[in-house]
């Protein structure tokens, strides 16, 4: 089995207008800045994207909001935390502006949302946003006194994901904290793309420590490591 | 109530940032797993350096380590605040899923976390400030399940904001990140404890009154029996 592209532009060919994108990445750490560029050059439109947060560490988005690209997007944490960077922001000026929608979750519900619709799960319930807006609109339930919301498993057409080793038959090691939310949204997608900084050959790596197995994702692009984000520098 | 007001007191200068966090750093107990939220609560990391106590970040780490030095940065290597930090002998890495387990799964002695609010009741606001004007949009991070899911919350907060107004109040009028969650408010004039009673005053800075710290703050305090000068 080899799934090899020569390519990051042969890699996402056949994403559609309207397709639902996972991008993995902490802020700067893990994000899959050579596939988001391809993304912006490639052009097309009314994407679901799912992210922790547009444009801050993984700068390369901004690409597809100034692009219009972006129809909706799904985050925990997405503006600048400075309301005087989010003034001059293009993603938040496009929320502001209703020309992107926007859901936000609890960062534990965005994982566990991705987590399930990777695992089978069509729906969990957590504590987490009870008694808050995040509750809005959400079936409730008590357990031990306690109330918690119900939440929907979140299946992605394409997951965009980044590691630092990867092999042939699409096997996954990240490195330190750049792992974050590759592995669920690799679980999540119908098509994981992973780009990878160095790939090995099929057995170049430790069986024991693959973080995501190969049956998760369907095509692997060596893209090297991408550019330390300016942004990243100042912290949050 | 009459109107809370922050007023200038003769005796010492409300504390700085720095001595927040080490008042809290001060209640955490050795052998605590702790998780440290975005502005002063960060701060606790600096006062903890050779005691057993774990750092968690909820990007994916445990036993997280000081911040890094020049020529040790790192991109793959940073806290839930993106600041490069360093790893030490024991620290592991992993998904955020398995992070958000330990959150909510009760592995989490104490959240120190920052706050624009609190009742007292211990509703804590902090994700989001109306003034921004983004409505019901605003960044939760991980807030919400630390809130829940910690065994401790203490809030890390100056008794005022910017513009003078109190922060601790009767009813949070600012969207809620958690009901009831809050067990000790560290302020940069008091400590005030969240029981079922209300809220506890139990220490202040030296020089302030109970009655003071009363005058700052919009909701009723009980003063605690041996209520007592914060010691630092």
Redesign the interface.
Known sequence: MDKVYSSVEAAIEDVFDGAIIAFGG?????RPAALTLALSKRGVKNLTVVVQ?VGT?NEEMLELVVNGQIKRAVC????P?S?SK?ARHPF?QA??KGEIG?E??????F??K??CAGAGIPAFY?????????A?GKEVRVFNGIEYLLELALPVDFAFVHA?KGDHEGNLV???????????MAMAAKVTIAEVETLVETGGLNPNFI?TPGIFVKRVVETGK?E??G???G?? | MSKIMKITLPGMPPLEREMIALRIANMLEDGAYVNLG?GIPTLVSNWIEGRDIIIQ?????LKCGPLAEEGE????????????VR?MPGTS?????TS?AM??GGCMDVAVLGALQVSARGDLAGWN?PA???G??????????L???AKKVIVAMEHFTTNGEPKILTECSY?????ACVDVIVTNYALIEVTAKGLVLREAIPGVSAEEVQKMTAAPLIVAEDFHEMEL
Request: hydrophobic share 40%; glycine share 12%.
């Open positions: 902490f802020f700067s750490a893990g947060q560490g925990n944490y997405p503006f935390r309301a989010g938040e929320v502001r926007l936000i979750y609890p960062i534990g519900t994982v566990e991705l987590r957590t504590a987490a946003g009870a008694g808050t807006v995040v809005e630092w990240y490195r330190f904290t750049a792992q974050n939310y590759n592995n669920a973080h991408p330390l984000s942004f990243s520098l912290g949050i | 975005i970040s909820e990007i994916g780490m940065i790192d991109q793959d290597r940073i806290n839930a605040s993106c600041q490069f790893d890495y992993f998904n955020v899923e958000f959150i909510r400030t921004r004007g983004l019901k949009r605003g960044n939760i991070g991980g807030s919400m399940d809130a829940v899911g969207p809620l990140t958690a009901k």
